[in-house]
C-alpha cells in the first residue's frame, strides 16, 4: 500500500527540528497543539452567547410563558399531574441533550431561526410515590426500551388516559392498557396547539409572540419572539421515574470518574421514559429510557476543557454526518462520558489540552463507526450504532478521516458558521428594534411589569453557570413564584 501523500505542511514541520524547542503537533495531520488550541478558544468565544440584563429578561419571560401554557393546557382535560416537576435543559433536542432520534427533527439553525434553544422534559405520568405499582414491560422491545401497561394503576388514571393507549388483552382475559408514545404526542401537540392558538386571538403587549409551533415526531418545537430574540423550546411529553430501572443496576457497580465528586444518590434520583423507540420497535408502544437528570449532575465533573473540545467536535459532526440522519450529537456524549472513564482525572483536568481531547473525540467516534458499536453509557450492553448500515458506517468513518486529517481547516469552517450566525441574530435584533418590536420591559408602570432584581439575578447566574441545565418546580395555578435551579443552585 503507498504511503500517504504528505502536504507542503510536512516540510514545515520537519524544520522544527532544528530549532531549541520542538512544538507539539499532531502525528496524523501534522497541526500544531497550540493552534488548534487556539482555534477552539476561538470557537467558544463566538459560541457562547452574550447575556445583559435584557437578554435575561427575556429568558425569563420566556420561560414564564411556556410554564403558563403548560398549566392551561393541564387544565384543558386535567391530564397532566396539577403539581408537575419539569426539566429544563440548556440546548434543543438536535444538541443532543437528550437522546431522540434525529432524522425526525427538522432543520433549524441559530441565527437563522432562532437565537437560543432549550429542552422541556414534561412528565404526562409522574410516578414518584415508592408504592405506586409499575410495570416496565421490556419483552417486547431492544435494550434501553421498555413498553408501560398502566394495567395495576387505578381506575382514575387508566379513565383518564385511556384514549393515548393501546389495548392488548391480557393472560387472565381483562384488558391490558400499554401507554402510547405516539398517541400522548399526538395528544399533547394538540393541547399545545389549541391552547397557543387561544392565546394568539388575544395579543398584549409584553407577550412573546409565538412565531411557530411545529411538531418534530414526538417533539413539539415551539419558537417565540421575546423583544429582540428568539427562543425555541423543544417540548416533550415523558413519564418521570424516581429511583434507578433494574437494567442499569450492574452499571453502578463499576467505577466512574464521578466517584467522590457527587454522592451516588444525586447520579441516580429518578430517570424518564422518552417517546422514541428501537429501529425493530413498534413506534406506537416503545419507549427509550433517558437518564438525563443524570446526566446534568454528571455534567459538574467534567473539566471545562473538555467541554470546550465536546462544544466545537459537536459542531463539526453536526454539519459533516448530517446526512444519512444516522450519528447524533448524543452518540457524542456518549463516547466523552466513556472517555471520562477510561482516562486519568489529572489528564482530564489539563486546561491546554483541549486540542488532545478533539482529536481524542474524532478517533473515539470513527472507532465507534467502523466498528458500528457504541455502547449507552448507563446500560453499556445496549448498543446504540446496531441498526447501522455498512455502508451509512463507512460513509460517515470516511467524513471523519477527512476531518482528522486537517482538523484546524475544519475548524475555522465552523468558527465561521458561529460568526454568521451571530451577525444574522445582530442584524435581527437590529431590524426588530428599529421596527418598534414589542419588548418585555417596555410595559413600564403596567402591572404585569417584571421585577427588574429579577432580572438582574438572572444575568448573574447565567454569567455565572454557562451551558448548565435548569431543573424546575412550578403549579400550574400559581406560575408568578419562579421555583427553578441552575443544577444545584437555587432561587
Known sequence: MAAPALSSRAGSAGSLGNSPTMAALDFRSASRMEDLNRLIQEFSKHDQREYDDQRALEIHTAKDFIFSMLGMVQKLDQKLPVANEYLLLSGGVREGVVDMDPDELSVYARGAD???????????????DRNQPVTLDMRHSALGHSWLSLRLFDEGTISKWKDCCTVVEHISGAANYFFSPTLVADWFYQAV????LEVQKKPQRGVPRVEKVERNGTVVSVILGVGSSRMLYDVVPVVSFKGWPAVAQSWLMENHFWDGKITEEEVISGFYLVPACSHKGRRENEWRLSFARSEVQLKKCISPGLMQA??????????LLSRPKAVSPYHLRSVMLWACDRLPANY???DDFSAHFLLGLIDDLQHCLVNKTCPNYFIPQCNML??????TAVLHARKLSSVRSDPAEHL???????????RLTVELQWRGSTGNLPSPQSDAGGENQPDDRLAKKLQQLVTENPGKSISVFINPDDVTRPHFRIDDKFF
Do not use: G, W
Open 114 to 128: 432562532y437565537d437560543m434553544d432549550f429542552t422541556l422534559l414534561v412528565p404526562a405520568l409522574k410516578l414518584h
Open 193 to 196: 396547539s389549541l391552547v397557543l
Open 310 to 319: 465536546y462544544q466545537a467536535c459537536k459542531a463539526i459532526i453536526v454539519k
Open 348 to 350: 482530564l483536568a489539563q
Open 386 to 391: 446496531e441498526h447501522l448500515s455498512d455502508d
Open 412 to 422: 475555522r469552517t465552523t468558527i465561521e458558521h458561529a460568526k454568521a450566525a451571530n
